[in-house]
């Protein structure tokens, strides 16, 4: 069965430090990534995605992606009180396969 | 701006009494996907449409169906709720790639369902 499993959390930085997010996947086959977050009460709303290893940089939000260990994160520097949400990883294996596997979502929290 | 849309934002229903709920794109996605989330877990896909093509997700209820009239409109009907359907509803599009990547899922703002 495809998982995809996020570290638990609740995760709490202070203001202005670096967030780490990390997610593992346990279908080989998943060539996209991608992570989405979620405010209380809301949709998610997509962040970032990544397909090829290495990082991926979008602002404040790197992405990174390691096929071979089977691992994803999402790094969030200088956080912001903003950035307190539920953060998604997700997958997909391409091809005809148009759904997403989604961990369960870790909650960030960033403290003033 | 383009975007996914979904009404009503909040419906409230009684038990066993059908509801209806609405998406609409104007994004020009080729696939269209209904999820429920409850609090604290992640979305569960319920059923996806590309195109016309109707993909129900092998442990979706009965008690849920689907219509997708046009390529801008999709509906998820709940025939006969129960409090254990109440949920978050999500629309999300997404369109398909050549080479298999992408797949960008783009999500409505969502309806809020309660069942009493």
């Known amino acids: 069965q495809k998982e995809v499993e996020q570290n638990s959390g609740p995760l709490s930085v202070p203001e202005g430090a670096i967030a780490s997010l990390n997610c593992t996947y346990s279908?080989?086959?998943?060539?996209?990534f991608f992570w989405y977050r979620q405010y209380s009460g809301k949709s998610p709303e997509l962040i970032m995605s990544i397909y090829s290893n290495g990082d991926k940089e979008d602002g404040r939000f790197t992405a990174q992606l390691n096929k071979a260990s089977q691992y994803v994160s999402l790094l969030i520097r200088d956080s912001q009180p903003s950035d307190s949400a539920t953060y998604l990883c997700a997958g997909s294996n391409g091809g005809s396969n148009y759904k997403l596997t989604f961990g369960k979502g870790t909650l960030l929290t960033v403290n003033p | 701006d383009a975007m996914v849309i979904q009404n009503p934002r909040y419906q409230v229903t009684q038990f066993g009494k059908p509801v209806t709920l609405s998406c609409s794109q104007t994004l020009n996605h080729n696939v269209m996907y209904w999820y429920q989330q409850k609090s604290s877990q992640a979305p569960k896909l319920l059923f996806h449409y590309y195109d016309k093509d109707f993909n129900n997700e092998a442990d979706t209820p009965d008690n849920f169906q689907s219509r997708r009239p046009n390529t801008s409109f999709c509906f998820l009907d709940i025939r006969s709720p129960g409090l254990g359907d109440a949920a978050m509803y999500l629309c999300?599009?997404?369109?398909?790639?050549?080479?298999?990547?992408?797949?960008?899922?783009?999500f409505g703002p969502g309806t809020r369902l309660t069942v009493l």
């Open positions: 279908d080989r086959g998943s060539q996209s």
């Open positions: 999300a599009t997404s369109s398909r790639t050549p080479d298999g990547l992408g797949n960008e899922q783009f």
